[in-house]
Every structure is written in C-alpha cells, then in structure tokens.
C-alpha cells in the first residue's frame, strides 16, 4: 500500500481512538530533473486509512477540536519555500473529519515530476506514545520502508523525529512528525533527486539547512495557529 498512494492522508484509526473503538545556503540543485522511468503518472494522496490498535477503548469525539484554518495556506507554503526551489503550491485537495484535517499541495519546480506536500493535524488517543505513532505509520507504510530518522538540527519542546525517504515517483520525501498534547502535526514534502547516494549523505551535504527551515517555518505556523 502507498502512503496515501504516495503521500497519504493517516486515518489514524488506531491511534485517534475512533469512536468505534533558512536562509537558503547553497546547495546542490535539489531539483535537477531524473529521466521518467515510465509512463504512469505520479501518485497523488488519496486516505488510505488503517486498521485500529486491538487495544483501542472508546473515547466520546469532538468534533470541534480540529479545525482547517491551523493549517498551511497556499500562500504561506509559497513564502516559505525559495529555499527547497519549489513554486507556485496550489492546494489540491482537503480533508475533514473529526480525527484529522489535512491539507494536500502540488507545486512546480524543475523536476520531471511535480513536487507534493502535506500538511495535517491528527486528534491522538490518550496514552499513545510518540513511538507507537512511528511504529504504526512504519506498518502501514504511510513512513515509506526506506524511510529514516535523519539528524536535523531542529529543536522542539515536544517529541518530533524527521524521516527521509524515496517517494515512488523517484523524488525524495521528508516527513516530519511532531507530537504535542493531544495532537500529531504532519509535514511532508517532496523534492527531485540529484544524486544516488544515500538519503543520509545527501541531506547532510547539501539539503540540511534548506529541508529544516522550511519545515520549521510550517510546523512553527501549525503550532501557532492551533493554540
């Protein structure tokens, strides 16, 4: 199963506890184009939702906990993306439920293929832990199996770990998770790869800075928006 055939929307259905039960530096072109490998379009994000934890009790929902307006804007992931050389983000799709809201973005660069983000907000059950949250998303594949903790230089009060990975359509993903109170904040973002090196080499020699201070900047305007 992709991650949301690609990026996907986590329906944490076991973790949400349903009621069922930088300045840029100068880097490397981040984006120079791969030659396409096939014919066959991209994945897009489409939900792809997973099986509740068999632990799982039920807990009463509230349907005014989670709201579209903490998310990224399309004019705010644009200001914060010169470094990552991504341009012209438009909002693609929007979801919306009780458990989660989630905003999904394609953008342009000059790589083959469009450059995809996501943004969400997830309602977590009481008593998951930040590794539980990991662990789960790992089984399901909406972390990718090449998916890796990477060593960034962000700084949190609360638990967040930053992965990076192959998206199917050859670009390199990184996901950042953040895990505050209640709430799981998702930032994911695609970008075209240059090299064949490892995901560790190549974000250590020449994505670091830029990859962190976009995904600081949105997760800072998630987190200041849902206060």
Not at 39 to 56: D, E, G, K, Q
Not at 61 to 87: C, M, P
Not at 166 to 191: A, E, M
Request: contains cysteine.
């Amino acid at each position: 199963m992709n991650k949301i055939s690609g990026l996907s929307f986590l329906v944490l259905s076991l973790l949400v506890v349903l009621v069922s039960g930088c300045a840029p530096a100068t880097v490397a072109p981040t984006n120079t184009p791969l030659p396409p490998t096939s014919t066959v379009p991209p994945p897009t994000l489409t939900p792809s939702p997973i099986p509740p934890t068999p632990t799982a009790t039920p807990q009463s929902s509230n349907t005014s906990k989670l709201n579209l307006d903490w998310l990224l804007t399309a004019d705010e992931i644009n200001s914060i993306s010169k470094g990552i050389g991504v341009f012209q983000w438009e909002l693609g799709d929007v979801k919306s439920d009780e458990y989660r809201v989630c905003h999904f973005f394609l953008g342009q660069s000059d790589s083959f293929n469009q450059n995809q983000a996501l943004n969400c907000v997830y309602l977590i059950s009481a008593g998951s832990s930040f590794d539980d949250i990991v662990s789960r998303m790992h089984k399901a594949e909406l972390l990718f199996p090449d998916e890796i903790p990477l060593p960034s230089s962000l700084k949190f009060e609360d638990d967040f770990s930053l992965f990076g990975g192959t998206f199917p359509n050859g670009q390199l993903v990184y996901d950042l998770l953040l895990y505050k109170g209640d709430l799981l904040y998702w930032v994911s973002v695609t970008l075209g790869r240059y090299s064949m090196e490892p995901i560790e080499d190549i974000y250590k020699k020449y994505n670091q800075e830029v990859i962190d201070n976009f995904l600081n900047d949105a997760t800072t305007i998630n987190l200041e928006k849902s206060k």
